[in-house]
């Protein structure tokens, strides 16, 4: 079933006009054109963003948590069409729970990270938040390529890594904490700086995390979020503390507070500079089932602060492109043929794969997914390949030969998260049926062991033939967040079957926004396997 040709996800809005006297760097590419786009600049779950520019290129890393490969490194040109381009790591493997075993990692794994370019290397800092409580380094010459573990320090959370000029090395982490490291970011500097920066204001009395350091004309700039949650008239906002000297006195003022869009608050992310010596922001949103969403704007310098937003200090609905590019299909997310023999980076895995169990080449042109384990649902199914949903609309399809299914085994499509919407097929000795569900799963200690699965199923079908047809669309407008599940046997008419589910964003659970999910998984024997043809994804 071949005859579909995929449509790229584009996650921003172009409007053109005649304008050709307001050009800009790199304009070539569409002259006489004014180029805008919308906030947020990527409408899907890209949380506790690090950015930096190196040469032509802006680089950012996020938090995928329990989601592998891990620590995404995305690129562009042009700050609003990003691809991504290399993993930080393929597995972690301190514990049997990234591999879905003795418990789960939902939520934890690789948190928020810092990318930063230095004497001709890239570097990554992150701290799982897992035990054992470590920070990893990574390095890497060429960012699209291997990444390479350097050494393993103790747990710095939120933590930015910072290279000053006098060539002392150094972190800032927590709530205004830093320590000095050693020469060659193998341990830290036992004997160097070790202290806590400032003390908390009146107003700073909830969250305070998620450091983004740079230094800007000899001035110490530490970025961080600033939340109190059930205070009235407050909002997530971002702060700046500033100094002259790394170890203070620090002096702080809030650069960002804008109710934006209804969604709350904008807080948390980081700033850089610009090819043209402009400046930039980026900085997240929580907006629900969709997840946290990054916001692009202008980073103004006001009496020496870097003054996030319009001029009005609000995150602009639409702007201007920073910088012209042919970059517009470029996308994080995208339709996938599986004509490769390499898995799209698009994709990943929740928790780490059993990589002898899927296959791209053992039936051309079509993904394998192979039974492995025993096992009761889809939240400790190995194995399970998600993709980001986004906003404010979307509608994805798979194509799914079902034929050589075994009885017990379990295979379909899903709006994954915590609350799960559910497109199973489901064999049961010789009768296989389609099934619409929603599960909602709660998990105990901090193992994450899943303690209860509770099943709703919503509508159920016979089926015969042995191709069938999923779809999933999503709504994540405002009070909207809504997953609607079809199914067709020709792959031109669609049946819509069960009922919707509303998507959820849980910190307590999955920590992450909604993803489409590919699964299948045996409660009987193992041995079963599932061909997929086509992932279709579009903005609807």
Known sequence: MRNIKPILCIGFVLLLSACGANKKAGHSDLDMQTVMFTNPMINAD????????????????????????????????????????????????????????????????????????????????????????????????????????????????????????????YVFYGTGELQELNSDLTDIKHDGVRMTLFERDDEEHGLLEGSQVIKHEDKYYLLMISMVWGEPGRVRREVCYRADKITGPYEKKVILEHDFAGYGGVGQGTIFDGKEGDWWAIIFQDRGGIGRVPMLMPCRWIDGWPMLGDENGHVPAEMEMPVYTSDINKSIMGSDEFDSKKLSLNWQWNHNPDNDRWSLTERDGFLRLKTGRIVENIYVAPNTLTQRMWGPKCSASISMDISNMKDGDVAGFAAFNNNTGHLSVIKEGDIVKLVMSETDTRFDGKEMIVKEVKEDV???????????????????????????????????????????????????????????????????????????????????
Request: aromatic fraction near 16%; include cysteine; glycine fraction near 6%.
């Open 46 to 169: 890209v949380p506790d963003m690090s950015a930096i520019r190196v040469g032509d290129y802006y680089y950012m890393i996020s938090t995928t948590m329990h989601l592998m490969p891990g620590a995404p490194i995305m690129r562009s040109r042009d700050l609003v069409n990003w691809e991504t381009v290399s993993y930080v790591f393929d597995k972690l493997e301190d514990h049997p729970r990234y591999n879905l075993e003795s418990g789960t990692v939902y939520g934890k794994g690789q948190w928020a990270s810092s990318i930063r370019y230095h004497n001709d290397k890239f570097y990554v800092l992150f701290s799982p938040n897992d035990e054992p409580f470590q920070s990893f380094i990574y390095t890497a010459e060429d960012p699209t390529g291997k990444w390479t573990l350097h050494s393993r320090l103790k747990h710095f959370h939120d933590a930015s890594l910072f290279f000053d000029d006098d060539g002392r090395n």
């Open 458 to 540: 919503k509508e159920q079908a016979e089926l015969t033939e042995d191709i069938i047809y999923l779809r999933i669309d999503g709504d994540f407008n405002i009070n909207k967040d809504l997953a609607t599940f079809y199914y067709s046997l020709d792959n031109k008419q669609w049946v819509r079957i069960g009922a919707q589910v509303k998507m959820s964003f849980d910190y307590t659970r999955f920590f992450m926004g909604s993803k489409y999910a590919i699964y299948n998984y045996a409660t009987k024997q193992e041995g079963g396997y599932v061909d997929i043809d086509n992932f279709l994804c579009k903005k609807i």
